[in-house]
């Protein structure tokens, strides 16, 4: 069973930094590439960063890049985000997603999600 567990959110100032981590069990983490999605209330989810399978490769919505960094251990099939440099507007839940593509049909795994409060 596929298990997606984030942590790691919390409250802090306006320029300040915290790093999530999503712990994932139930499939081989090291064959799957791994996304951050955030979403806030009325608002569709919306894709932060990925990173491939051997973290060679990320990406990141234009917004976050320069002060997030998606990376993984494939050792503790773990998935982090560090965010350096917060803003206001970056509050909101955070959710570790894996992404399966199978008989041509996506199939998406969530967290529970992790809150991230960005204020003073």
Known sequence: QVQLVESGGGLVQP??????????????????????????????????????????GTNYTDSVKGRFTISRDNAKNTVYLQMNSLKPENTTVYYCNRRV?????????????TQVTVSS
């Open 15 to 56: 320029g300040g930094s915290l790093r999530l981590s999503c712990a994932a069990s139930g499939f081989i983490f090291s064959m799957n590439a791994m996304s951050w999605y955030r979403q806030a209330p009325g608002k569709e989810r919306e894709l932060v960063a990925s990173i491939s399978s051997t973290g060679r």
């Open 101 to 113: 593509l199978l008989f041509g049909r996506e199939y998406d795994y969530w967290g529970q999600g």
